[in-house]
C-alpha cells in the first residue's frame, strides 16, 4: 500500500515563500519520477512540477517555471517543492504522487493521492 503524506502549507502573502515536502512510504519508487500536481477552488487537479528518479530531469506547468523547484532526496523517499514569488493565484492543495509521462501529459502512475496540503496565497 502506498502512503504520500505532503506538509508545508500555510498562509503567505503574495511574493512570499513556502517550501513543500512530500513523504513516501509503502513501497519502492525506484522506477518512478515523482511529481507535484494542485487543485484550485472550483477547479480540476493539474499537473505542477515532476522530478526523474536521477534528479537528472525536471518538468514544469508553465505558469510555475522560473518561480518553483522540484527536487527530491532518494535515500528518504522525499520529494520537495519550493515555491518562491507566490501569487494568489496559486492558492490551492497541493498534492504529490508518483508519476509517469503519456502524450506529453503527467498522469499518477500509482493511482494513490495523499492528503495534500493547502497553501492559501493572500494579495
Known amino acids: 500500500q502506498v502512503q504520500l503524506v505532503e506538509s508545508g502549507g500555510g498562509l503567505v502573502q503574495a511574493g512570499g515563500s513556502l517550501r513543500l515536502s512530500c513523504a513516501a512510504s509503502?513501497?519502492?519508487?525506484?522506477?518512478?519520477?515523482m511529481g507535484w500536481f494542485r487543485r484550485a477552488p472550483g477547479k480540476e487537479r493539474e499537473f505542477v512540477a515532476a522530478i526523474s528518479w536521477s534528479g537528472a530531469n525536471k518538468y514544469y506547468v508553465d505558469s510555475v517555471k522560473g518561480r518553483f523547484t522540484i527536487s527530491g532526496d532518494n535515500a528518504k523517499n522525499t520529494v520537495y517543492l519550493q515555491m518562491n514569488s507566490l501569487k494568489p493565484e496559486d492558492t490551492a492543495v497541493y498534492y504529490c504522487?508518483?508519476?509517469?509521462?503519456?502524450?506529453?501529459?503527467?498522469?499518477?502512475?500509482?493511482?494513490?493521492w495523499g492528503q495534500g496540503t493547502l497553501v492559501t496565497v493572500s494579495s
Open positions: 504522487a508518483a508519476v509517469q509521462s503519456r502524450g506529453g501529459m503527467w498522469y499518477n502512475a500509482l493511482d494513490a
Open positions: 509503502g513501497r519502492t519508487f525506484s522506477s518512478n519520477a
